[in-house]
């Protein structure tokens, strides 16, 4: 047990679950790299699998995960002790995931703050357009570390501030807001059109055209593979899974909560947001670049996207000031519930209050930031990765996080459940208040056979070079 449960927070009741773990969910993973995956993927067939994958592998994970915070009452670092002594190493990997993710999180919601205010200031829009802005900006010393500071303060004080007050509060008011900002720029993104110079005329319904319809161009069973293994990865993004995350907020949900209706809510809101993510961004960039600046990658959000709303002149200025509002809420849901897990865990394993594991974390997390903000001006350096990808510090912070230890947690948290403890244990917390577990049968083939599988297949190509 832990030392602290007795006075154990927890959410209000179901929707402040879901809003949170929605929250949690809907960040940058789901905003910039879900739409660059669809683009590059074939569209519509990376949308497919995508689908087919959330409601089996994405359902198994996140429903043993939530499933396991609530039957243990206990953060991400104690909760694995609980079912299996031997198994408490696995807790420290699933703090240590986190950990690692938090920093770089911070990093990259610094730059998002920075773009939300030079649209902010309209006369400075412009200057996002330019060529090398972006570069220039966070290879510079101070503005990086300060902006990094300013986001890190905010998730510091909702996470300070707790459960109920803090974290359900501004998910509460976060969320819907985030809802309808996502689905204005769909609409727009929808409706847009533009004439280049050698006259040809782009519209965004054709755009979502590009987006919806599957694309067997060139296809091969290499290919579909290598679409399927990015769709398995995005999941970890868009369900939050493999971080701790879905453990610690689960051990917030009420015994009184109908655990599997939430679980289904938070699938589907996931999926739709995912969805309408690559819907408000894609038909605007093909609509002004083609299908070539669709597939800008990890400068989708921060050098094309900018190039767009230029093209638009004020009402761009206007678009952008709204779209990295939207970005920055986002940012901001996932980080706090990043953050949480980190507090929860030392919280539960040694007794900590509140103030003082929020002070601790976001203080040594914050001096990780610092690293990662210089690892682009002072500390530079180019390093391969295992797969032949090239980066810095940032880099390999989330090829650690996210290629390798993500995986492995996930593995052995199917191992642990599915072997050692038998998925029954976790079934029967599903069934709790009425919930008829359709899924049953599928859950356990799953959990047992086929994602520890998927998932070991997936580590692999971690060390590949395509």
């Keep these: 047990m832990t030392k602290n449960n007795t006075t154990r927070n927890s959410f209000s009741g179901s929707l402040g679950f879901v809003l949170a773990a929605a929250g949690s969910a809907v960040g940058l993973g789901n905003i910039w790299r879900f739409p660059y995956l669809a683009a590059r993927d074939g569209g519509g067939l990376f949308l497919l699998l995508y689908v087919v994958l959330a409601v089996t592998f994405g359902f198994t994970l996140l429903i043993t995960e939530v499933a396991i915070g609530r039957r243990s009452q206990q953060g991400p670092l104690t909760a694995y002790r609980f079912f299996d002594k031997r198994w408490a190493w696995l807790g420290w990997l699933s703090f240590v995931v986190p950990y690692i993710i938090y920093p770089y999180y911070c990093v990259i919601g610094g730059w998002v703050v920075k773009y939300f205010i030079t649209y902010l200031s309209s006369e400075h829009s412009v200057d996002a357009a330019n060529d090398g802005y972006f570069t220039s900006f966070i290879s510079s010393t ?28 501004y998910s509460r008011l976060l969320m819907p807001v985030l809802i309808i900002l996502v689905v204005f720029i769909c609409v727009y993104s929808l409706f847009i059109s533009h004439t280049d110079s050698q006259g040809v005329t782009r519209t965004g319904l054709e755009g979502a055209a590009v987006y919806f319809m599957p694309n067997f161009e060139g296809l091969t069973l290499h290919r579909f593979l290598m679409i399927a293994l990015d769709a398995m990865g995005q999941l970890f993004y868009s369900l939050s899974i493999a971080m701790g995350i879905m453990v610690t907020y689960g051990s917030y949900m009420k015994r009184s909560v109908n655990l599997g209706q939430a679980i289904d809510r938070i699938e589907m809101f996931d999926t739709m947001i995912a969805l309408l993510a690559g819907l408000m961004i894609i038909p605007v960039v093909y609509v002004f670049m ?59 394993k040694f007794g900590w209050s509140r103030k003082k594991a929020v002070i601790i974390m976001a203080s040594t997390g914050f001096v990780w930031s610092i690293l990662v903000c210089m690892g682009y001006n002072t500390l530079y350096f180019e390093y391969t990765l295992p797969n032949g990808a090239t980066g810095q510090l940032l880099d390999i912070f989330d090829y650690v996080s996210n290629n390798l230890l993500m995986p492995i947690l996930a593995i052995f948290t199917c191992l642990l459940i599915g072997w050692i403890t038998g998925p029954g244990l976790l079934v029967g ?34 060390f590949i070079r395509f």
């Design 142 to 169: 101070w503005e990086p570390l300060a902006l990094t500071a300013v986001f890190s303060l905010m998730c510091f004080y909702i996470v300070y501030r707790g459960v109920e007050k803090g974290i359900e509060k």
């Design 290 to 348: 083609g299908t070539e600046g669709m597939k800008a990658g990890p400068g989708l959000m921060f050098i094309a996207l900018p190039k767009v709303f230029d093209d638009l002149g004020f009402l761009g200025t206007v678009l952008g000031t709204v779209f990295f509002l939207m970005v920055l809420f986002a940012a901001l849901t996932s980080a706090v519930s990043i953050l949480e897990a980190v507090v929860t865990s030392v919280k539960d």
């Design 429 to 462: 917390e599903m069934r709790l208040n009425g919930y008829r577990f359709r899924r049953k049968t599928m859950y356990i083939v799953m959990l047992k056979y086929v994602v520890p599988i998927m998932l070991s297949i997936l580590l692999l190509t971690a």
